[in-house]
């Protein structure tokens, strides 16, 4: 029997604010053991929360980003469960009022997969387990996070990382997280059932916790399909547990503790007034969103030319997007643009962090000012070529580094002289060439080429030597 | 006495007899609450305040001694508890 892979996903991001939920000490990652810590976030008695504008602003941004509701009364509420990462034994968070309801993210396959609800909520602190006891930092303790929560929608491992990928390029382009899963400011948790396929009922599922890598969520969730598939066609029943993947073994196990208990005893929070969001302030947000990136690349394909393909590279970094809108700016050519990016650029910047900071020597301005020589025929291919390398080393604009001459073009009677002398020095391509090699021509055309530096229009350099060949 | 070991609160043998007394009475108080009128009454956000936000300005944080002043115990500029994970 085949079975159909049945997932939902649970992603918390951190915000990008400058201080956290309730009090005003900073969300910088790192930093010495407990000192971003004041008494609000480390729960002492007595202290009052007070709710971050700003996290409010960002969670409507990612709302209305994924397509969501922005409800208009919304509330906090306590989440009890007794751990030493969490000082006041429970988490606030949002229970049955969450900011953002009925969302989605549409995939390339043209499937949506819905966005439940998004809700505020504070981050736990960090414990490291040594020798024999539990060392507590609080540093992270009251960032605020949104937990964005999907439909059980997503029907294969391709579809999952599609969505995780979606739904990171989106809080970045936004601004509302640099959702960089290796240092925690996204993370996933996966749910995950199996069904015989043409069911319509969810088998029982299992929860993977805490998935900080997109190609991990991969993996993890091919194991536990293969897992629920074996037991079942064994007989045997799947345990809705949760789960801890462990990326050496490649394999998940059951975890203990905290997760066990499921009653968190939700109540409002009575320290945390009511929060109403105008319609108004949702407008003006709404009107505040940049150019989303599935837009972006719809708009670079059918306006600017650009092939679907390099249209996905440039928009999934938003400064590369930046970048590129900077070059084209009254070009005749965008597509050369994206070239050079997607090529010569892209090949100097090595690895995704790279490419995410996107500081390169050359400005989008030189670019700009490079395309618009080669647009005007002031200058060949070839030439901006060498020349973009230079800008990228040393940074001057490409006016700097081209004289007067290189970008005077060839005049006719300069190609003419060059293609004779070029047919002079070549006899042996000559020769071959009037044997039938068609492709003995190039050499003599590189001959010309390398001699005027690049200036020589290749295209009419090759019909001048092929019209003085023919002609001895 | 439990209490105060749950709260790693010191009591004094000389102040347990007062202390249970007026313990008993505040949880005594507590039970009227039982006696009143649920009706008619909004226990959710009875202040109907609303929209009280701060502005994202990050204010120096606490010293760590401070921070820790309280704890049991602490190693490494964290607080120390029992290990949890069995």
Not at chain 1, 16 to 37: M, V, Y
Not at chain 1, 163 to 188: A, F, N, P, T
């Amino acid at each position: 029997m085949k079975y159909e892979l049945v997932a939902g996903f649970e992603t918390h991001v951190e915000l990008a604010t400058n201080t956290k939920i309730f009090c005003s000490c900073t969300t910088q990652f790192g930093g010495e053991p407990n000192t971003h810590c004041c008494p609000v976030c480390i729960g002492l008695p007595g202290t009052l929360p007070r709710l971050n504008k700003r996290v409010v602003e960002y969670a409507i941004r990612a709302g209305l980003a994924t397509n969501c509701e922005i409800a208009e009364i919304s509330k906090m509420d306590r989440k009890n469960y007794c751990y030493p990462d969490l000082p006041k034994a429970y988490q606030i968070s949002q229970f049955d009022m969450p900011l953002c309801n009925h969302g989605y993210i549409e995939l390339s396959n043209g499937r949506r997969i819905r966005i439940l609800r998004i809700h505020i909520e504070e981050d736990a602190g960090k414990l490291v387990h040594s020798r024999g006891s539990t060392l507590v930092d609080y540093n992270r303790g009251g960032v605020p996070l949104i937990e964005i929560v999907s439909e059980p929608d997503i029907r294969s491992v391709e579809e999952a990382k599609e969505y995780v990928e979606k739904l990171q390029l989106i809080m970045r382009y936004i601004g509302v997280s640099d959702c960089k899963m290796q240092e925690g400011s996204m993370r996933c948790d996966v749910n995950i059932s199996v069904r015989p396929e043409g069911s319509e009922k969810l088998g029982t599922r299992t929860e993977i916790k805490n998935m900080n890598s997109i190609s991990f969520i991969a993996k993890a969730m091919e194991y536990e399909y293969n897992r629920q598939v074996d037991l079942i066609e064994s007989g045997e029943k799947v345990i809705q547990e949760t789960l801890r993947y462990d990326d050496v073994t490649n394999t998940t196990s059951g975890m203990r503790g905290k997760e066990d208990a499921n009653d968190y005893r939700y109540f409002r929070d009575p320290d945390l007034v009511t929060i109403n969001v105008p319609r108004e302030r949702v407008e003006e947000i709404r009107a505040s969103l940049p150019e989303l990136p599935f837009a972006k690349q719809e708009r670079y394909v059918n306006e600017l030319g650009i092939p679907e393909k390099d249209a996905a590279l440039l928009v999934k970094y938003r400064r590369v997007a930046e970048y590129f809108e900077r070059a084209i700016e009254g070009v005749k050519t965008p597509k050369t643009a994206s070239n050079f990016i997607i090529g010569q650029i892209f090949r100097t910047v090595e690895n995704e962090a790279e490419k995410e900071a996107f500081e390169i020597k050359a400005s989008a301005e030189s670019l700009n000012e490079l395309i618009k020589l080669i647009d005007s025929g002031k200058i060949r291919m070839n030439l901006a070529k060498s020349t973009l390398d230079k800008m990228l080393e040393t940074g001057k604009r490409p006016t700097e580094l081209l004289s007067e001459s290189d970008m005077a073009g060839l005049d006719e009677g300069a190609l003419n002289e060059l293609c004779e002398k070029a047919v002079a020095a070549n006899p042996n391509a000559v020769a071959d060439f009037k044997n039938g090699k068609e492709k003995a021509v190039k050499a003599i055309v590189g001959f010309v080429m390398k001699n005027s530096r690049g200036k020589a229009d290749a295209v009419a350099a090759e019909e001048r030597i092929k019209a003085i060949i023919s002609a001895q | 006495m439990k209490i105060a070991i749950l709260s790693k609160l010191f009591v004094a043998d000389d102040e347990i007899e007062q202390l249970t007394e007026d313990m008993s009475r505040i949880i005594s108080f507590a039970d009227t609450i039982n006696s009143a009128s649920e009706e008619g009454t909004d226990f959710d956000n009875i202040n109907s305040l609303s929209n009280v936000l701060r502005e994202d300005e990050v204010v120096p944080s606490y010293d760590r001694e401070r921070i820790l002043a309280n704890a049991k115990d602490s190693d490494e500029g964290c607080f120390l508890v029992k290990n949890i994970m069995k």
